[in-house]
């Protein structure tokens, strides 16, 4: 059985929300980091130099509190680094997210642990809503988990003429394996695709895809102090991404945890 510290909610798998919520009175801080290697101009001025590779991050501050041992609320700051013709990247502050997570029974209580997930985003050039439903099931040593994630997004809400609508998939599913109470490896597949909107590009049209990525993680738990990281590589597509395109032929998240 997978040792907990009182109060923390590790999250084991990078992109995968654990059942686990935090106890009554208890806060966390997660600090996301996000990379793909994406194509950019080498010279601006000059498309015969040909294109290098330069990554594109997102770091998200999430501050969670319990509300009471089955409810959980959090509250997110999100920043994207884009990447930049010429190497570089223009770092931006993107917005804000609110959520809720809640336990519908006590883990072991019905035959899947299930809690609900639903999220506010308030970005700078978006309004959307998601959903999660949150499987879990423990198999000894053995973590399942699972998230069914949709969102719906609202693009450029205040601006007439611009203003779409997308509905998003981004599913989760992976395993860990407990090897001792402060190390669990394991495998996470999630992808993301979005339908409906404007597609202003071929390359747009190939943003809006749904992308498969699946790799292997690993979770390091120190009690107070936990840090996950997942590497992943894009079953859609291996090969050298389009100029302009969001998705690269591997992601990396990690993921740093401090119960407060």
Same mark, same amino acid.
């Given at each position: 059985?997978?040792?907990?510290?009182?109060?923390? &909610?590790?999250?084991?798998?990078?992109?995968?929300?654990?059942?686990?919520?935090?106890?009554?009175?208890?806060?966390?801080? #997660?600090?996301?980091?996000?990379?793909?290697?994406?194509?950019?101009?080498?010279?601006?001025?000059?498309?015969?130099?040909?294109? *290098?590779? /330069?990554?594109?991050?997102?770091?998200? =501050? #999430?501050?969670?509190?319990?509300?009471?041992?089955?409810?959980?609320?959090?509250?997110?700051?999100?920043? /994207?680094?884009?990447?930049?013709?010429?190497?570089? =990247?223009?770092?931006?502050?993107?917005?804000?997210?609110?959520?809720?997570? *809640?336990?519908?029974?006590?883990?072991?209580?019905?035959?899947?642990?299930?809690?609900?997930?639903? /999220?506010? #985003?308030?970005?700078?050039?978006?309004?959307?809503?998601? #959903?999660?439903? *949150?499987?879990?099931?423990?198999?000894?040593?053995?973590?399942?988990?699972?998230?069914?994630?949709?969102?719906?997004?609202?693009?450029?809400?205040?601006?007439?003429?611009?203003?779409?609508?997308?509905?998003? *998939?981004?599913?989760?599913?992976?395993?860990?394996?407990?090897?001792?109470?402060?190390?669990?490896?394991?495998?996470?597949?999630?992808?993301?695709? &979005?339908?409906?909107?404007?597609?202003?590009?071929?390359?747009?049209?190939? =943003?809006?895809?749904?992308?498969? %990525?699946?790799?292997?993680?690993?979770? %390091?738990?120190?009690?107070?102090?936990?840090?996950?990281?997942?590497?992943?590589? =894009?079953?859609?597509?291996?090969?050298?991404?389009?100029?302009?395109?969001?998705?690269?032929?591997?992601?990396?998240?990690?993921?740093?945890?401090?119960?407060?």
């Amino acid at each position: 059985m997978l040792s907990r510290s009182a109060g923390a &909610t590790p999250v084991p798998l990078p992109f995968t929300y654990p059942y686990e919520t935090l106890q009554k009175g208890e806060g966390e801080d #997660e600090l996301y980091g996000d990379m793909t290697p994406l194509r950019v101009q080498a010279a601006p001025a000059d498309p015969t130099r040909g294109r *290098i590779w /330069e990554p594109a991050y997102v770091l998200q =501050n #999430e501050l969670e509190y319990g509300v009471s041992d089955r409810v959980e609320l959090a509250f997110y700051q999100v920043m /994207e680094a884009s990447p930049q013709d010429g190497g570089g =990247n223009s770092m931006t502050f993107d917005g804000f997210k609110y959520r809720a997570r *809640i336990r519908l029974a006590e883990a072991g209580q019905l035959p899947v642990d299930v809690a609900l997930y639903f /999220e506010l #985003e308030t970005l700078h050039d978006e309004v959307s809503l998601e #959903e999660k439903v *949150i499987l879990a099931k423990r198999f000894g040593a053995f973590h399942w988990m699972t998230n069914l994630w949709v969102e719906q997004e609202l693009n450029r809400p205040w601006d007439d003429g611009q203003r779409n609508a997308d509905f998003v *998939i981004n599913p989760t599913m992976g395993m860990t394996y407990e090897v001792a109470p402060w190390f669990q490896p394991g495998l996470e597949d999630w992808a993301r695709g &979005t339908f409906g909107g404007t597609q202003l590009s071929p390359v747009d049209g190939r =943003n809006k895809q749904v992308h498969d %990525f699946l790799g292997p993680t690993f979770h %390091f738990n120190w009690g107070k102090v936990w840090f996950s990281l997942g590497a992943y590589a =894009n079953l859609s597509s291996m090969n050298k991404p389009e100029y302009g395109a969001a998705y690269g032929p591997v992601w990396f998240r990690t993921l740093l945890g401090f119960n407060l």
